[in-house]
């Protein structure tokens, strides 16, 4: 899952970004309210975590343009504010929940998890296709009584192409969901790791199957 931070407070940013990834997460930070837009309007990102105060652009703007332009990608708002009138202007403008600093890093983690779970594709601890499972707390492809340890990127691959079941998954979003919009990976690199996860399927005797479409990219078939 990918989540983009939008504060100024870059000692913040950074723990924040330690915790995400911690609980494998990726994060992309930006430090003002138009880079922070521009992140946004790619649509790569779950979810949003969007500061109020900030330069350039504050977050009620930042929020009412994404929403103007129908991106409806969750967004929880972050302010040293605890006033009714700022919690109402944002959820009004489109936020989705509202957390208010200094906030509990567990409680941060449970209302981000609260906000994925509505999103109708997210389930919460796995996903399955065919006889095979993937285990979001461990990182794990499970097929029966058999099980292999994904690295953080290629579980970030079999995630995508699982809830993208049987549909073509560009390598173009490949990229840009999990090395980030500017990224100078190329689609070698995506190659190496679709190679890297169809062992690991081998391996655990799953019926599961990624496919390349040539030039394209992949889907991922259970049987």
Not at 210 to 215: A, N, Y
Request: some cysteine; proline content about 1%.
């Amino acid at each position: 899952m990918n989540v983009l931070i939008v504060d100024d407070e870059k000692d913040l940013c950074n723990a924040l970004s330690t915790i995400l990834i911690r609980n494998n997460y990726s994060v992309d930070v930006a430090y003002d309210g138009e880079t922070g837009l521009d992140l946004a309007k790619t649509g790569i990102y779950d979810v949003i975590l969007l500061d109020v105060m900030m330069p350039k652009l504050n977050g009620f703007e930042v929020l009412k343009i994404l929403r103007s332009k129908k991106i409806d990608v969750p967004i929880l708002m972050l302010t040293a504010k605890s006033e009714t009138g700022d919690k109402i202007d944002g959820l009004n403008l489109g936020a989705d929940d509202y957390i208010t600093k200094p906030f509990n890093t567990n409680e941060l983690l449970a209302r981000i998890k609260a906000l994925l779970r509505r999103n109708k594709n997210f389930t919460l601890n796995t996903l399955s296709l065919g006889d095979t499972v993937l285990d979001r707390d461990t990182l794990e492809l499970v097929c029966n009584d058999k099980k292999i340890t994904l690295s953080k990127k290629e579980f970030q691959i079999m995630e995508i192409l699982m809830l993208n079941a049987d549909k073509c998954v560009h390598k173009e979003r490949l990229i840009e969901k999990i090395w980030g919009y500017d990224s100078e990976a190329e689609y070698n690199t995506i190659e190496v790791y679709i190679s890297f996860l169809r062992k690991k399927l081998s391996a655990i005797n799953s019926t599961t199957e990624i496919k390349s479409i040539r030039g394209v990219g992949y889907t991922l078939n259970g049987k």
